[in-house]
């Protein structure tokens, strides 16, 4: 029977917890600690902690479900495998740069438009929030953990390796960067965090203490 391991337990709750408080007591969390552009720091809007506390902060009941989801069907194989806390380094490190490289680019893009364009306007007054960096984190893992497991992701009846289903997904989302499709996703935190996830596990795998 599936069992959800401590720390996607505490995840889950901790996560949940706080879209409850964003959505039935309508406190404004993401004024705070979504995460806002690095050049409003000056105006008060961009704190470092939202580097972090952004992962926690959700849009919408779809937004928060999928991540869960995520977390729910892929945490407690990893953290069993891993162990509980290399796998809460793994999901904050994969959120945080999540973070970093969606700021760098979003700083770049930015600075292609001017002051007063409308473009500028949204780009500047528009916080990110949600797991999904720390989600595509935990799959970037996975993927390079157990390669050849095939899975099936509805609707397609096909198994796939996860190793291609991670990486045509990979590709899908710097498709949809570039090329600005579904505006309002942050793709390239995607990205950042998949990034992020195979970097930290093929740095264990260096040390004597590796995986396989």
């Not at 959700?58 to 509980?84: C, D």
Request: glycine fraction near 8%; include cysteine.
């Amino acid at each position: 029977m599936f069992q959800i391991t401590p720390i996607v337990r505490n995840l889950l709750i901790a996560n949940i917890a706080v879209y409850m408080i964003q959505s039935f007591l309508r406190i404004d969390l993401e004024t705070t600690f979504a995460y806002h552009n690095f050049s409003l720091q000056e105006m008060g809007l961009f704190n470092p902690i939202q580097i972090f506390s952004y992962m926690f902060l959700h849009g919408s009941s779809g937004h928060i479900f999928s991540n869960m989801f995520g977390l729910f069907m892929f945490g407690p194989m990893l953290e069993r495998f891993m162990g509980s806390k290399r796998f809460l380094i793994l999901y904050i490190v994969s959120g945080i740069g999540a973070c970093l490289l969606y700021g760098s680019i979003n700083i770049y893009e930015i600075s292609k438009y001017t002051i007063d364009s409308p473009e500028y306007a949204i780009m500047m007054s528009t916080p990110m929030v949600g797991a999904s960096g720390a989600i595509f984190g935990m799959l970037g893992a996975f993927a390079r953990l157990f390669p050849n497991t095939e899975m099936i992701i509805f609707p397609l009846p096909i198994p796939i390796k996860a190793k291609y289903l991670v990486s045509l997904y990979a590709l899908f989302e710097i498709f949809s960067g570039v090329y600005n499709i579904m505006p309002g996703v942050a793709h390239f935190a995607h990205i950042g965090g998949l990034i992020f996830g195979v970097l930290l596990i093929n740095y264990w795998n260096k040390k004597k203490d590796r995986f396989y």
